[in-house]
């Protein structure tokens, strides 16, 4: 089996597909990559917390021009998994107001980015309407 690389270090893979995030032990506020302190309450001190892979769309946009390479329109959400506020793409609906909905519940899924020459698969996560 070839090897899979998740694009950004909060993504696991293993054993299931879930975010991981560092949340500050004196106050609890939770961030993605690593911190030296805590923006909420300056403490120093912090663990890694997996976050649910189901969530609740917030807020969203449909952007309908993208950058080169970049299929256009598609879904840009903000997604409240367990309380902690994700910035992710929205796969597998229609990019149309009418289609998504405020509150709606999510879940996370993982696509592949593409492959390199010796066949590591770079993986990316987004977030598809849960069944």
């Given at each position: 089996m070839a090897q899979q690389v998740p694009i950004v270090?909060?993504?696991?893979?293993?054993?299931a597909p879930h975010l991981s995030a560092s949340e500050c032990t004196s106050c609890g506020a939770r961030y993605f990559d690593?911190?030296?302190?805590?923006?909420s309450c300056f403490g120093s001190d912090f663990k890694h917390v997996e976050l649910p892979t189901d969530g609740t769309l917030r807020t969203y946009t449909i952007v309908t021009a993208g950058g080169t390479g970049i299929i256009a329109p598609f879904v840009?959400?903000?997604?409240?998994?367990?309380?902690?506020?994700v910035r992710g793409n929205v796969v597998n609906i229609e990019p149309t107001s009418e289609a998504l909905r405020l509150g709606m519940?999510?879940?996370l899924t993982t696509y592949s980015l593409g492959r390199d020459s010796a066949g590591t698969e770079?993986?990316?996560?987004?977030f598809e309407p849960a069944t």
């Amino acid at each position: 089996m070839a090897q899979q690389v998740p694009i950004v270090s909060y993504l696991r893979l293993d054993p299931a597909p879930h975010l991981s995030a560092s949340e500050c032990t004196s106050c609890g506020a939770r961030y993605f990559d690593r911190r030296n302190a805590c923006a909420s309450c300056f403490g120093s001190d912090f663990k890694h917390v997996e976050l649910p892979t189901d969530g609740t769309l917030r807020t969203y946009t449909i952007v309908t021009a993208g950058g080169t390479g970049i299929i256009a329109p598609f879904v840009s959400a903000i997604v409240d998994c367990g309380g902690t506020s994700v910035r992710g793409n929205v796969v597998n609906i229609e990019p149309t107001s009418e289609a998504l909905r405020l509150g709606m519940s999510l879940t996370l899924t993982t696509y592949s980015l593409g492959r390199d020459s010796a066949g590591t698969e770079a993986v990316g996560y987004a977030f598809e309407p849960a069944t």
